[in-house]
């Protein structure tokens, strides 16, 4: 399939998922944000990982200083300038997301990745290693076996086969958490309901949605992003509450007009709001191709001349016609791709040719380059 075939295909997609018009499409209030301190909270720790089949760090220092702290937790001091040889052995980064309202006891699901030498942490056991948050408190400890999706092998001439990265994997239900995180849910009188992208008639939206289901004066907009929500009461009047307002239906407004182009695919996504105004769009292809034909030159019999190479160049440069194109005022989406597609430009010339009716003001839509 030619770049050009796959970019009529791609907007004819467009063109059917929005259709000429977009129509209101109503959401979830759950679908649309979250209330503030319902987070998770990220988690790190340093680890060592032992078992393994000659493919771990060798001697690197921060594995060794590692190796040495962990064995010094049985009561084991090596002798000064003594150092292990850390073949079996990796440093490793682990990392976890606590969910809100975890319980101390309750497991989690944690990634351990090598951060030295380890060619492979397959068969790997992680030794027990503590998981801070972002305020040095320990939230948990993780021990366990890895499971490891890749797979790394070495010969002796040299030659490697590696499949996916084999030197990262996880560990189901290797850490416990040990410390709960205070959210504040249960304090103060509202919750507050945070938007996932500022938008105020959205949000005046959800706000009218949850006085209509609760009374006048349950909820009111803080700004573009955030509603308050009148609350009392413990947790479980508090819970309800929040269960009854997610699970409210809100009409979502029609998003601001934007085309995305990532630079280095070429993908371009055109939303339903973008409108064009009145425009001349012509795109022109000139190719020019070099045709080297060198010819051998031989000297004459008994002569003192060398053969040699004679060049011959033919250069030829050819330009396709390319018909200008009328944009109506206020064009739509539609209109916007029927026109593209009768232009046949590839994914690269549509980029400059947005950029240029950017450029000229008939272009009523943020773009953006990602």
């Known amino acids: 399939?030619?770049?050009?075939?796959?970019?009529?295909?791609?907007?004819?997609?467009?063109?059917?998922?929005?259709?000429?018009?977009?129509?209101?499409?109503?959401?979830?209030?759950?679908?649309?944000?979250?209330?503030?301190?319902?987070?998770?909270?990220?988690?790190?720790?340093?680890?060592?990982?032992?078992?393994?089949?000659?493919?771990?760090?060798?001697?690197?220092?921060?594995?060794?200083?590692?190796?040495?702290?962990?064995?010094?937790?049985?009561?084991?001091?090596?002798?000064?300038?003594?150092?292990?040889?850390?073949?079996?052995?990796?440093?490793?980064?682990?990392?976890?997301?606590?969910?809100?309202?975890?319980?101390?006891?309750?497991?989690?699901?944690?990634?351990?990745?090598?951060?030295?030498?380890?060619?492979?942490?397959?068969?790997?056991?992680?030794v027990l290693a503590p998981l801070y948050g972002a305020d040095g408190q320990i939230y948990a400890m993780a021990q366990g076996n890895l499971v490891i999706g890749g797979l790394g092998v070495d010969a002796a001439d040299g030659s490697k086969l590696t499949v996916n990265v084999p030197s990262s994997g996880r560990i189901a239900n290797g850490a416990t958490i040990e410390r709960a995180v205070d959210t504040g849910f249960a304090y103060g009188d509202h919750l507050l309901f945070n938007l996932h992208q500022f938008d105020a008639t959205n949000a005046k939206r959800v706000a009218d949605a949850i006085n209509r289901a609760l009374g006048p004066g349950a909820a009111t907009m803080v700004d573009g992003a955030s509603i308050s929500i009148r609350a009392g009461g413990g947790g479980d009047e508090r819970m309800r509450l929040v269960s009854l307002v997610e699970n409210l239906d809100v009409v979502r407004a029609e998003p601001p007009a934007k085309v995305i182009v990532n630079a280095r695919t070429g993908t371009v996504v055109i939303n339903g709001a973008v409108r064009v105004g009145t425009a001349a769009v012509t795109q022109g292809k000139l190719t020019v191709s070099i045709k080297e034909s060198p010819t051998v030159v031989q000297p004459a019999p008994f002569s003192r001349g060398q053969t040699a190479i004679e060049p011959s160049s033919e250069i030829e440069?050819?330009?396709?016609?390319?018909?200008?194109?009328?944009?109506?005022?206020?064009?739509?989406?539609?209109?916007?791709?029927?026109?593209?597609?009768?232009?046949?430009?590839?994914?690269?010339?549509?980029v400059a040719i947005l950029e240029a009716l950017s450029q000229a003001g008939a272009l009523t839509a943020e773009l953006v380059i990602i």
Request: glycine content about 12%.
């Open 1 to 126: 399939m030619t770049q050009r075939s796959i970019l009529i295909a791609f907007l004819a997609l467009l063109v059917a998922g929005f259709g000429f018009a977009a129509p209101a499409s109503a959401a979830r209030i759950k679908d649309m944000g979250q209330f503030q301190g319902m987070r998770t909270n990220q988690l790190t720790g340093y680890g060592i990982v032992v078992g393994l089949a000659g493919t771990g760090d060798d001697s690197l220092d921060y594995a060794t200083l590692g190796m040495k702290g962990a064995v010094s937790r049985f009561g084991l001091t090596l002798p000064p300038g003594v150092n292990p040889a850390l073949k079996n052995a990796a440093a490793v980064m682990i990392t976890a997301d606590l969910p809100p309202f975890a319980k101390p006891g309750q497991r989690l699901d944690i990634t351990v990745s090598a951060i030295g030498k380890a060619k492979s942490l397959r068969g790997g056991t992680l």
């Open 317 to 350: 440069a050819t330009e396709d016609y390319r018909p200008a194109f009328l944009m109506k005022p206020t064009a739509s989406l539609a209109e916007l791709v029927d026109a593209i597609n009768r232009m046949g430009v590839p994914p690269g010339d549509l």
